[in-house]
């Protein structure tokens, strides 16, 4: 019987792992087994998600916990690396651009043990970025690399990836959507929170470039912060964000911006679908609007998911509070074309990734 390890870590690899384990359990008789390195760790941006998800209880909790990324990168290798040799899995998965996923694809690399790359191919080209350079790295050294749009098969062949390791599946992201939607409607989050639908914006934020830097985020906040008086602003803030808040002198008055905890898939899901518009310097986050249909104001310079600026409804912001303003009154007033995608939808974001992702493993393998 196959052996396929799961590799996760971080909020971001959740809802990328559940369709595949599902239609892997679903559909075939290979062994799966579920590694999660505790990269996170805090229930609201951990276990809540393997409950929202349907996801199984991790095989093994590698508790890597918080650090410098050397820290961090380090301590996934060397506590995989038991992990991997201890298993002896036929293929190791592994998601996404967060520091999990390339320590452990080395890790296989080293080892000699055959790893695929979903969410392959993505480029910010920028290399200030942490997740580029994983992205970078992991898609050097995977065997199998799992793409979710013709952008990732061009960057990945302009970079030398032979061509038969490539494979375009289509978002694995808007699986999990697709499927979580229906339970998603049947949240309590927008009465828990006394929110209209359609009557606020979400925002998240917690990338380094937004919030590591003080003049940035002060920047960032007294902006938000004034555009909250036309429209209220749902803020559930990242841990990273929330430490760097508290350290702040801010004397504004932050009161406009509602800020929460962290909230589940399930409720963000739900929260993020009737949103007026949404803010936030998250990649995934450009996807889901993308497809909900949902206006995305970016508060970053670049984007790895340039397909949502193209056929989605993400708007490129920059590091720039007042065309933040602008764009985000133009899309209030009724005023702002956002909306590009095709009538079709953005080709292969259907749900059914996970069923291609199968499919291309019971070729390479030949039997089911
Ligand atoms: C990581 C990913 C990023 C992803 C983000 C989503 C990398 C390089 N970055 O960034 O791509 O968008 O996750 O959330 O892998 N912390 C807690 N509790 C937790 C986890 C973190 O309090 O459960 C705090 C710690 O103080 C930690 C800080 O958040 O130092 C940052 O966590 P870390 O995993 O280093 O990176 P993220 O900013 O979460």
């Known amino acids: 019987m196959r052996k396929l390890l799961h590799v996760v870590g971080a909020r971001p690899n959740f809802m990328k792992v559940a369709p595949v384990w599902q239609v892997i359990a679903n559909q075939t008789s290979y062994q799966q087994i579920l590694v999660h390195t ?11 998600f393997f409950t929202d998800l349907g996801l199984p209880a991790p095989d093994y909790n590698l508790e890597v916990g918080s650090g410098s990324h050397a820290q961090q990168t380090a301590a996934v290798m060397v506590a995989f690396e038991k992990t991997v040799l201890e298993v002896q899995p036929d293929l190791v998965l592994v998601y996404g651009d967060v520091n999990s996923t390339v320590a452990a694809a080395l890790v296989c690399a080293k080892v000699q043990i055959p790893v695929a790359h979903v969410e392959a191919g993505l480029r910010s080209f920028d290399r200030t970025m942490p997740e580029e350079i994983n992205r970078l790295l992991t898609d050097q050294i995977a065997d199998l690399l799992f793409t979710p749009s013709p ?34 409607q049947q949240s309590s989050v ?47 803030i990242h841990p990273r964000t929330h430490a760097r808040i508290d350290n702040l002198s801010f004397d504004g008055n932050l009161s406009g911006l509602r800020l929460v905890e962290p909230l589940g898939y399930v409720d963000f899901l739900h929260l993020m679908s009737q949103a007026h518009v949404v803010l936030t310097d998250s990649g995934g986050i450009q996807e889901e609007t993308s497809y909900l249909g949902i206006p ?57 990734a996970a069923e291609r992702i199968v499919e291309v493993l019971r070729n390479c393998w030949r039997i089911s």
């Open 38 to 48: 505790g990269q996170h760790y805090d229930v609201n941006m951990s276990d809540i």
């Open 190 to 236: 927008l009465s828990n929170l006394t929110l209209e639908p359609n009557r606020y914006a979400l925002l998240t934020m917690h990338r380094p470039s937004n919030v590591d830097d003080d003049t940035m985020l002060l920047a960032w906040l007294k902006t938000l912060t004034a555009l909250s008086q036309r429209l209220p602003i749902v803020f559930p």
């Open 296 to 352: 995305c104001l970016t508060l970053r310079e670049n984007t790895e998911r340039p397909i949502t600026v193209e056929m989605g409804t993400n708007t490129l912001i920059g590091q720039d509070t007042e065309r933040l303003a602008e764009e985000f009154h133009a899309i209030l007033d009724g005023d702002a074309s956002w909306d590009k995608r095709p009538p079709e939808g953005i080709p292969l974001w259907d749900g059914h």
């Open 151 to 184: 952008d990732g098969d061009e960057n990945l062949l302009s970079e030398g990836v032979a061509e038969s390791k490539i494979h375009r599946v289509g978002n694995i992201m808007i699986d999990s959507l697709v499927r979580v939607l229906p339970i998603a």
